[in-house]
């Protein structure tokens, strides 16, 4: 059974950063598409940044601005965000998911798994 989770939410201040993880269990595929995406309330899910798991390759949603860096490790099936500089707009439930291919793209439904979401609140 696949089981992603997600670690490393929390409240900040703005311009403040915090660092999430997932762990991704019960499948192995040596190369897939896993992704981070957000939901404020109100709003849609959108995706924040996926990274390629075999060729690192990442992309990142338009409001990154350079803010927020993906990284995968490897050998242990974790993936990371690293989010600097954040702002109060940031606030929104963070979920981790995964793709069974290895393509990436930004259409939620595209994605097979989720994680339960972790919270990241920005307060001004």
């Known amino acids: 059974r696949v089981q992603l989770v997600e670690s490393g939410g929390g409240s900040v201040q703005a311009g403040g950063s915090l660092r999430l993880s997932c762990a991704a269990s019960g499948y192995h595929f040596p190369d897939n598409c896993m992704g981070w995406f957000r939901q404020a309330p109100g709003k849609e899910r959108e995706v924040v940044a996926a990274?390629?798991?075999?060729?690192?390759?990442?992309e990142y949603g338009d409001f990154v601005n350079g803010r927020f860096i993906i990284s995968r490790d490897k050998d242990s099936n974790y993936i990371h965000l690293q989010m600097n500089n954040l702002r109060p707009e940031d606030t929104a439930v963070y979920y981790c998911?995964?793709?069974?291919?290895?393509?990436?793209?930004?259409?939620?439904?595209?994605?097979?798994?989720w994680g339960q979401g972790t919270q990241v609140t920005v307060f001004s």
């Open positions: 990274i390629r798991t075999y060729t690192a390759q990442t």
């Open positions: 998911a995964a793709r069974f291919v290895a393509s990436c793209v930004s259409t939620p439904s595209a994605f097979d798994w």
